[in-house]
């Protein structure tokens, strides 16, 4: 597989682009659209460019040229396939994280879990519901993204369902923070295991049991990787 690299340069003007008055505010900063495009490239299904580049950009922006709207879609592409050689290398890639408005020290995580938890929710398929049995597990990965940004919380609220006290909610919020990263990967490799497996993801045989190698495909027992108990 071809590796896609962006250069400093490129990202800056990428950036730049996003914010421009061609897209009258509707277009994901880079923070959000890095999320998204995570989310776009790990699920169970492949999402065409058709389907989520107009949600990226919005629905009508207005370019001062034909060269510019090329060079908008020649980015957000390499800004794509960069994306995409990262996870399936399985390294590490830089996150754009921004600071936050009022504490500019403070690394917004919330709006690039959004951003995650919108494009895991644009295709044909409910992540969930094609989890099947694994769908528990799935659900206690996805929840660093909730729990980042601020759903969980909000949901809580909404609901007037009991919410952590503020010392609880810092410790969970920090180690939410540790596991981002990894999480990311985690997820995409759960879908690249299903996606691979010749066997239908709803199957009639037992859960997998713990000592058991673990779905995602990591080489893990399932206890010590998508089944670890929260600490």
């Known amino acids: 597989m071809q590796i896609t690299t962006m250069s400093e340069q490129e990202m800056d003007r990428l950036e730049n682009l996003l914010a421009s008055d061609a897209f009258k505010n509707e277009a994901m900063t880079l923070d959000i659209l890095q999320g998204f495009l995570c989310a776009t490239l790990s699920g169970p299904e492949t999402i065409a460019?058709?389907?989520?580049?107009?949600?990226?950009?919005?629905e009508s922006p207005e370019y001062e040229s034909s060269e510019q709207a090329e060079e908008v879609a020649s980015l957000v592409m390499k800004f794509h396939d960069a994306i995409a050689s990262s996870l399936s290398s399985g390294e590490d890639f830089d996150l754009f994280l921004y600071g936050l408005e009022d504490n500019p020290?403070?690394?917004?995580?919330?709006?690039?879990?959004?951003?995650?938890?919108?494009?895991?929710?644009?295709?044909?398929?409910?992540?969930?519901?094609?989890?099947g049995e694994f769908a528990p597990d799935l659900s206690e990965k996805m929840e660093v993204f909730f729990l980042l940004s601020g759903m969980l919380k909000e949901d809580a609220e909404k609901n007037k369902e009991p919410w952590l006290n503020s010392k609880e909610e810092e410790k969970a919020l920090a180690k939410a923070e540790e596991e981002f990263p990894g999480t990311i990967h985690d997820i995409y490799r759960f879908w690249q295991a299903q996606r691979n497996s010749p066997a239908p993801m709803r199957r009639e045989s037992p859960k997998v049991g713990r000592n058991d190698p673990c779905s995602c495909g990591s080489g893990k027992k399932f206890k010590q990787c998508c089944g670890k108990s929260p600490d």
Do not use: H, K, R
């Open 49 to 58: 460019p058709g389907v989520w580049m107009p949600l990226a950009l919005g």
């Open 105 to 131: 020290e403070q690394l917004d995580y919330a709006a690039w879990c959004e951003g995650y938890v919108y494009g895991a929710q644009i295709g044909e398929v409910n992540w969930f519901e094609e989890a």
